[in-house]
């Protein structure tokens, strides 16, 4: 049995050597084991490509807006590991890491016995985060994010008060499907019966399957575009205003402070399931309207400092870095871009890559101390800019561009939120600058 926070979490992490084992089997076990503790939960599903941690951060600061205690089930963290089970956006302590891991070695230490296999370190981290919040610190409903896909992951062993799909990229492929109907017929198995779901997919083909998977679960469906609208959108030097629709329903000049449109679509599905939550858990406008404007995410679009400048943004797939180059396109147009980018070996990096270089002046590669992790000269190879660069030495080439910045010039860190992980721990160490 663990002593230590640091043993634990070492033993944790040493169960990544068993990479991902999709299905449920392994976690219905750990339920039956720790006393069904998802049954014990109100419980809201966030699933989708981009944009789970923003609708999650809304969603949570509407709640907390409404004086409700929120848990939150998020992947992956920022700053520390014990981000990734937090109550009102404050981390589990690491005590409690370790009662934990102490509860859950023994039945894991049986299961790896077994000819099916123990769990992986997601799986184990969503029983810590189930038996939590059931037993030991119950919060009044708590935001679970889907790790990977939808249908086998891990999280979908809750019965939610609603559903939410905020969006279907083309990531994970290899795992989830080549195709957008592929991946969004996993990101649809979080649907459950006669559980309301909301959407914001953009590909008919990715609609179609969702509306499919609620017909058949009698799920009552709410669509972006369809069933609530945003109207009347604009950025402003704080973050971006917009009006949410509904048929029965119109709010107006909805402040955010995260940047983008793609973050109004994020609120704008917050928005949404708080109004389906609003009488059961007694959420009004105005506290839409506070949690909106209080809501922020970090790694997403954050300015780490205005003089000189930097913005952060984990733009780890296509869609993903498509939303970037909009910002930096419209809200920064006027300034040179230089763009430091890290990624994963497994991810599909060139289309990533070509539309980095579109907004660069120019581009820096680099790679970080994490076993996935592209190597810098391969993703320098992919690019075809002509003001490139590639370094292993990244903290280095942040230090020197700090120091030559002009006013006139933007540095974007973006990539892996892994890279951007380390990125920030950084910053923070060095304390390199403010906003």
Known sequence: MFQTYEEALKWIHGRLRLGIKPGLTRMNIMMEKLGFPEKKIKAVHVGGTNGKGSTVAYLRNIMESAGLTVGTFTSPYIEQFNERISI????????????????????VMEMDKDELGGPTEFEIITAMSLYYFAFV??????????????????????TPLLSVITSIGLDHTAILGETYSEIAFEKAGIIKENTPVIAAVKQQESEEVIVRRA????APYYLLGKHFVVEDYQSNEDGEVFTFKTAATKLLHLQIG????????????????????????HLSEEDIRTGLLQARWAGRLEI?????????????????VEALVDVLETRYKDKKKSVLFAALS????????????????????????FPRAAAAEALFRESSHSNKRFTDDWKKLI??????????????????????????????????GGK
């Not at 230090?399 to 923070?428: M, P, Q």
């Open 88 to 107: 009102n956006g404050v981390p589990i302590a690491d005590e409690e890491i370790k009662e934990l891991a102490n509860i859950l070695y023994p039945i």
């Open 137 to 158: 610190h119950p919060p009044d409903v708590v935001l679970y994010e889907v790790g990977l896909g939808g249908r086998f992951d891990s999280t979908n062993i809750i």
């Open 215 to 218: 017909k058949e679960e009698n």
């Open 258 to 281: 995260m940047l983008g449109e793609h973050q109004a679509e994020n609120a704008a599905l917050a928005v949404m399931a708080a109004l389906l939550l609003k009488d059961s858990l």
């Open 304 to 320: 780490l400092s205005k003089h000189p400048y930097v913005l952060v943004d984990g733009a780890h797939n296509q869609e993903g």
């Open 346 to 369: 497994d991810k599909k990096t060139d289309k990533m890559i070509e539309k980095l270089g579109q907004a660069a002046s120019d581009i820096t590669f680099t790679s970080f101390d």
């Open 399 to 432: 230090t020197e561009k700090l120091e030559r910045l002009h006013e006139d010039e933007l540095l974007v860190i973006t990539g892996s939120l892994y890279f951007l992980s380390n990125v920030l721990a950084f910053w923070k160490e060095r304390n390199l």
